[in-house]
């Protein structure tokens, strides 16, 4: 059995409680808070109390660096929540502190989400060729920048970003705490940003407040490549001479009309070729969940030295450094480039 524990009670910390007890192999044996108090989970106040094998660090932006270093000083390994440090400053200085450990890892999930995962798969599998292009319209700043990254390939080089904002009115039925009730348009902001990163390769981000769960808005995937292309659940591509091909990502999903076998997913096709299977079959979990559960899967792996590092300092840190860009691009109209870094170099 390979153990956590979680900093921080928060609804980020209590997901991976829940979520750890539905696992096999991977178990939740408390959680580190300032003040005590009774929890699903036993409460402790300092990480020296505690005896796990890696810590997940789930606190504010200003408190994960202090955390992770904390965590990395006592040499246990760290999955840090989204972003790991609040700037490019802090960045820089957690890099400095615990980069070179090789101890920290971050929880980027959103390409483990079964849609994306399929996508992703489709991608590397060479169905469109060579990926130049990802537009991404679904979530916000550095998740959209993963995503972005990841469907690339692209890695920790300079990125031109130039970015743009509006403000229209919109209605906004749903967030996070359920539905609002109001049906008047109130303002809300729209961010666009192009990400150069040189070579060919290029992202679109397109974000307005709360398209989370605002469900008036879409959520858009587009990946382009050299010989097709990828649209939300759907591929284009030239298989043969004078052959274009326009084939769907069907998900198979149990629990609809007469089917007993309960409400859960099951796979991504692509025609006959499996793109993605659930590896929870009977969990019942959302697509959020499974992505967690995967990379606490993943997590536990790397720890046990039987897996790979599931998503590296390096690459978070990076995907928060273009998604600052991005924010100061639109703040003071002109195009910022990102440098190299000391992850990076």
């Known amino acids: 059995m390979t153990t956590f524990v979680t900093v921080g009670a928060g609804w980020r910390s209590q997901m991976f409680w829940r979520i750890a007890e539905g696992l096999d192999g991977v178990d939740c044996v408390g959680a580190v808070v300032r003040t005590p108090r009774e929890l699903p989970v036993p409460a402790y106040g300092s990480l020296a109390e505690v005896d796990a094998d890696f810590v997940v660090s789930a606190v504010s932006w200003e408190a994960n660096p202090g955390v992770i270093t904390e965590a990395v000083g006592r040499g246990l390994p760290v999955l840090a929540e989204t972003p790991p440090a609040k700037d490019a400053a802090a960045l820089r200085e957690l890099w400095t502190a615990v980069g070179e450990s090789g101890l920290v890892q971050v929880a980027e999930q959103y390409l483990l989400m079964p849609a994306h995962a399929a996508r992703q798969a489709a991608v590397r599998a060479g169905l469109i060729g060579t990926p130049s292009q990802v537009q991404v319209s679904s979530t916000h700043l550095y998740h959209a920048v993963a995503m972005i990254r990841g469907l690339l390939g692209a890695g920790h080089g300079p990125v031109?970003?130039?970015?743009?904002?509006?403000?229209?009115?919109?209605?906004?039925?749903?967030?996070?705490?359920?539905?609002?009730?109001?049906?008047?348009?109130?303002?809300?902001?729209?961010?666009?940003?192009?990400?150069?990163?040189?070579?060919?390769?290029?992202?679109?981000?397109?974000?307005?407040?709360?398209?989370?769960?605002?469900?008036?808005?879409?959520?858009?995937?587009?990946?382009?490549?050299?010989?097709?292309?990828?649209?939300d659940d759907e591929i284009v591509r030239l298989t043969a001479p004078r052959t274009v091909v326009r084939t769907p990502l069907v998900r198979r999903q149990t629990g609809y009309d007469l089917d007993l076998d309960g409400f859960d997913t099951d796979t991504i096709t692509l025609g006959g070729d499996v793109l993605y299977r659930n590896p929870y079959p009977g969990r019942r979990w959302s697509d959020e969940e499974i992505a967690i559960a995967t990379l606490l899967d993943a997590t536990a792996a790397w720890v046990r030295g039987e897996g790979p590092p599931p998503y590296p300092l390096a690459e978070g840190a990076q995907d928060h450094l273009i998604a600052l860009a991005v924010q100061e691009s639109a703040e003071t109209d002109r195009t910022v480039t990102t440098t190299v870094e000391s992850w990076g170099s």
């Not at 031109?160 to 403000?167: N, Y």
């Not at 981000?205 to 990828?230: A, C, I, M, P």
């Open 160 to 231: 031109a970003v130039r970015a743009t904002s509006t403000t229209a009115p919109l209605v906004n039925p749903l967030t996070r705490d359920g539905w609002t009730g109001d049906a008047d348009p109130q303002p809300a902001e729209t961010l666009i940003a192009t990400l150069d990163f040189g070579d060919g390769l290029s992202g679109l981000y397109d974000f307005t407040d709360n398209q989370w769960h605002n469900q008036l808005r879409f959520r858009r995937l587009l990946v382009r490549g050299s010989h097709g292309e990828l649209r």
